[in-house]
């Protein structure tokens, strides 16, 4: 049998090893998701709601122990951890509310009309159901939100919908751990084990066998745009397709007009430094490009307060001291991006060479928008605590190198308070892109709620229709069905045959 090694993130010492999934286990935990298919489908919204709410009250409840180890395996500092945990168990909750409420099974009543086609019809009814078992892939640097008990696993759950993981291998200790307390509770409530699964394994395999098992009804994964685009293609590639809702990196540009500039520069480059290097820049929210316009303007020298911008943001960087990246293989992949920008001829404007055995340090480059037009490795994530200052002559430009991006979890535009044509240009042009768009502040941090979008069109994600965070999240585990002309006794079971 294969083992994995749980690794401090901070020392790169191994703290335990784990036996890998064998592939027999792979299916074994794929069928006994499908066997807990049918009673869970069935189950009403209080049942799906009690289950997410224990889940939520088990993780508060192993909080320090769940939270120590996290820090062990991804050195993110507990004051994030603790906050994470909360937000997890706050989105279970949300989830729970949701499920117990019903407002995602919401049907449409389509009366029968009297009279021929096409304004006559037959009485029709459109259900929602849940699509089954769902295969969830794990991010490294969300160990509580985007991992075992996540908004994934969250939102399949109160769709209906086992939920087999595949834990990440950079917090194995944490995943098997959470994995126990979903054990508990199921067994506490009296429902199979199966609800819930997790296989982990090193490579390739253990993932892509259980995308491909025959019971997985549809994969969600939160990661890298290469992994995601992998997976995509194996559920794709299946005798019977699956959805596959992959949520993957971004460079999320973000957009500082002169005139905002000229007077709160200061005060946004310090906000910015923040955003770039917060958790070690390791978020897929991480402003990645900044992109400033230097176009001739009769009141003011814009290209000037954009060279003073550039200059308090590569000393407010300066300033920042990252923590420890979450894996070895991340740093090393960090600083290999790095040397692409330098390679494809960025001006690197901040590049710190960090003491041996030491967390990297902040980078700040700067291209032209031709160049970054140009060249595709200009536009790739760099997943660490770096940022890619982008400098236009022009509106349209700027909104070249918006379409040059193609596609971003967010896009942030600061100074378009007044309404104009080139508010409105920027604002099109931002919305063409992104899933999100921000007026104010920065885009790490994404709150949970009615109304976020966290998603995009490629390469930030592989369904721009769907959303990862937030309430709309449970629809991508769901199914319409129409009920034509159906009997009585259905109806009155509100359209569930059990
Ligand atoms: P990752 O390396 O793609 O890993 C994610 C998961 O997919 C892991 O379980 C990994 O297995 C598996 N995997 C990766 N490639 C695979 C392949 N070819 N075949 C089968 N399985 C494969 O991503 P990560 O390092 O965890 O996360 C960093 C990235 O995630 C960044 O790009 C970040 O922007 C993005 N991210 C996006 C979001 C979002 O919501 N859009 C949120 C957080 C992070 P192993 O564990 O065995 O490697």
Known sequence: M??????????GDVLAELPATSPAAVDAACEAAAAAFAPWQAA????????LRGL??????????????????????????????????????????????????????????????PAGHPAMQRWSVPLGPVAM????????????????????????????VKAHTGHLQLSNRVFGLIQQVLAAQGLPAGLVGLVQGGGRDVGVRLIRHPAIAAGAFTGSTQGGAALAAEAAARPRPIPFYGEL???????????????DGAALATTLAGSITLGCGQFCTNPGVILLIDEVQPEMDAKAVNDAFVAQLAEALKAQQPHAMLTTAMRGAFEAGVAHWAQAGADMLLQETAAAGQPPRPVLAQ????????????????????????????????????????????????????????????VRGAMAIAGRVL?????????????????????????????SVGDAALARFLRPVCLQDAP?????RAGRPV
């Open 439 to 467: 007026f104010a502040g920065v885009p790490t941090g994404v709150a949970v709620t009615a109304a976020q979008q966290h998603g995009g069109p490629w390469p930030s994600s592989t369904r721009p229709e769907s959303t």
């Open 488 to 492: 009585a006794w259905l109806t009155a």
């Open 44 to 51: 009403t919204g209080a049942e799906r709601a009690a289950l």
């Open 367 to 426: 291209v032209s928008a031709l160049e970054f037009i140009a060249k595709a490795a200009l536009r790739e994530e760099v997943f660490g605590p770096s940022s890619l200052i982008v400098r236009a002559a022009s509106l349209s430009q700027a909104l070249q190198v918006l379409q040059a991006v193609g596609g971003s979890l967010t896009v942030t535009l600061w100074g378009v308070e007044q309404d104009s044509d080139k508010s409105r240009a920027l």
């Open 249 to 263: 990196g971004s460079v999320n540009p973000t957009i500082a007009l002169p005139a905002k500039l000229a007077t």
């Open 137 to 164: 892939f794990s991010a490294s640097n969300f160990p509580f939100a985007f991992s075992v008990l996540g908004g994934d696993t969250a939102s399949a759950l109160a769709a209906g919908c086992p939920v087999v």
């Open 56 to 117: 939520a009250a088990a993780l508060e409840a192993d909080r320090e122990a769940l939270v120590a180890l996290a820090d062990q395996e991804t050195a993110l500092g507990p004051v994030r951890l603790n906050g994470e945990l909360d937000r997890t168990a706050f989105q279970l909750r949300r989830f729970a509310d949701l499920a117990e409420r019903g407002e995602p099974f919401a049907f449409v009543d389509d009366p029968a009309v009297a009279g021929a086609p």
């Open 2 to 11: 294969s083992t994995l090694q749980s690794f401090s993130a901070r020392t």
